[in-house]
T-cell receptor, first 114, second 109 residues
C-alpha cells in the first residue's frame, strides 16, 4: 500500500521496559510527525522531522522519549523505562514540505504499559 | 484554555438530520483541518482550508478567518457518518497540527 504504515499496531509491555515504535511514511514525504493520543483526548504533538533531522522536538514529554529517522524515511520512536502514564495511541503522520500541505496518518500504535 | 476548542463534545442525531460541528481557535494559522477518526482506526483528512468554504459530497466546511471560527456540516446524515470529528490547525515553521479534543458523533437509524 501507499499509505503511512505503523508497526506494531498494538504493544503491551511491562512497566520499566524499553519499546520501539516504527513509522514508514509515504514515499517522498520529507516531513514526518509523531503525535500521542490519550483516551478521550485529541492528539498532541511530540516531534517533527524534516528529512533526517528533528526540527522540533518540543513535544517530547521527557528524556525517556527519543526518536530517529536516520535515512529520511522510516522513523522509530523509542521509549525507555516505560511508565503506565505512557499508555496511549502513538500516531505518525507524513506530508510534503511546505505550508498548507495535507498530512496523512498511519493507523497508530496502541501502547499499553502494565 | 485550549488553543483549539470544539463543540459539542458529543452529538447524537437521527438519520437524515443536518449536523453542525463548531471549532474555534485562538492562534494564528496557515490552515485549518477537519479530520475523521473511526473507533480503532486511523485519522483521515476530510478538509484543509484557509479561507471560504469547501464541499465534498455531503460534507461542507467553512472558515471565518476574522472570527477564528470554522464549522463542519453534514447533510442527510447516515449511520456510517458515526465517528469522532477532529478540528486541527497548522502553521508556523513546522506546520505541526494543534488538535481539538474531538466531537463524538453517533447517527442512529
Amino acid at each position: 500500500g501507499a499509505g503511512v504504515s505503523q508497526t506494531p499496531s498494538n504493544k503491551v509491555t511491562e512497566k520499566g521496559k524499553y519499546v520501539e515504535l516504527r513509522c514508514d511514511p509515504i514515499s517522498g514525504h520529507t516531513a514526518l510527525y509523531w503525535y500521542r493520543q490519550s483516551l478521550g483526548q485529541g492528539p498532541e504533538f511530540l516531534i517533527y522531522f524534516q528529512g533526517t533531522g528533528a526540527a522540533d522536538d518540543s513535544g517530547l514529554p521527557n528524556d525517556r522519549f527519543f526518536a530517529v529517522r536516520p535515512e529520511g524515511s522510516v522513523s522509530t520512536l523509542k521509549i525507555q523505562r516505560t511508565e503506565r502514564g505512557d499508555s496511549a495511541v502513538y500516531l505518525c503522520a507524513s506530508s510534503l514540505m511546505g505550508p498548507n500541505t495535507e498530512a496523512f496518518f498511519g493507523q497508530g500504535t496502541r501502547l499499553t504499559v502494565v | 484554555k485550549n488553543e483549539v476548542e470544539q463543540s459539542p463534545q458529543n452529538l447524537t442525531a437521527q438519520e437524515g438530520e443536518f449536523i453542525t460541528i463548531n471549532c474555534s481557535y485562538s492562534v494564528g494559522i496557515s490552515a485549518l483541518h477537519w479530520l475523521q477518526q473511526h473507533p480503532g482506526g486511523g485519522i483521515v483528512s476530510l478538509f484543509m482550508l484557509s479561507s471560504g468554504k469547501k464541499k465534498h459530497g455531503r460534507l461542507i466546511a467553512t472558515i471565518n478567518i476574522q472570527e477564528k471560527h470554522s464549522s463542519l456540516h453534514i447533510t442527510a446524515s447516515h449511520p456510517r457518518d458515526s465517528a469522532v470529528y477532529i478540528c486541527a490547525v497548522s502553521g508556523g515553521a513546522t506546520n505541526k497540527l494543534i488538535f481539538g479534543t474531538g466531537t463524538l458523533l453517533a447517527v442512529q437509524p
